[in-house]
């Protein structure tokens, strides 16, 4: 593994991680808004580590929904990560129990997709680990910080903050966008045009949680390989 592709695999997963973790602040202010004391959100953001899923438990209570249906929503998000977990298990192969457990832990959104992204498993991993770490920490401080003040943010820094993560992503993928082949980088922006239309059009009719699941099964169906036909 050469050094430079070391060092932008780790730019990259510490820059995202970054990123991502800033976003713990609007975490910590919709918890405190919700009714939640500090230590409630920080344990959520420790113990959960899983941001759909916890702002999807904050907005039921927030509602005024019940224990059960904030729970309820929040595993029914939870439910993608298992599907990484799949995925990521073979890539990591930890070996002992706590490496199993805290791989378990740190398989979100964000450490897939930068784990599949890498070229070779080692760089894989590197990113996976280093994005989890940074993510984690910085979640977790952030959320004690937006449940300390940050809910009394204006609209324009809650917009700027909702902007972050999206703006992270597409500076990730544009790149690879451009280096892959015309063919390839065209399937790939169809799919997830596709993914997203797809959760688009199913939200005002589905509970939340559920256009993401169907979203996430349509896209790994479309972008399946396919094996080459036989000649006759």
Do not use: C, K
Not at 64 to 80: D, E, M, N
Not at 161 to 168: E, T
Request: charged residues 10%; without cysteine; proline residues 5%.
């Amino acid at each position: 593994m050469s050094d430079p592709a070391r060092s932008r695999t780790l730019r990259d997963a510490i820059g995202l991680g970054i990123a991502v973790g800033f976003y713990g602040i609007a975490f910590g202010a919709a918890a405190e808004g919700a009714g939640l004391d500090a230590w409630q959100a920080m344990t959520l953001s420790a113990l959960m580590f899983s941001g759909a899923s916890q702002f999807a438990l904050i907005g039921v209570l927030g509602a005024g929904g019940s224990a059960p249906a904030a729970i309820g929503s929040a595993l029914l998000l939870g439910v993608r990560n298992t599907v990484y977990g799949v995925r990521m298990a073979p890539l990591l192969a930890p070996r002992s129990a706590l490496g199993r457990a805290g791989a378990a832990h740190w398989v979100i959104d964000e450490t897939t997709a930068m784990a599949v992204a890498a070229p070779d498993r080692e760089l894989g991993r590197l990113a996976f680990w280093a994005t989890g770490a940074t993510i984690y920490l910085g979640w977790n401080a952030m959320t004690l910080v937006g449940a300390l003040g940050a809910s009394g943010l204006g609209e324009t820094a809650q917009a700027a903050l909702d902007s972050v993560v999206p703006a992270a992503f597409l500076a990730l993928l544009w790149p690879r966008l451009q280096r892959s082949s015309s063919t390839e980088a065209g399937a790939q922006r169809r799919v997830a045009i596709g993914g997203a239309v797809i959760a688009l059009a199913l939200t005002p009719f589905v509970p939340a949680g559920v256009q993401v699941i169907v979203a996430v099964v349509a896209v790994a169906l479309a972008g399946r390989p396919r094996t080459a036909e036989r000649p006759a």
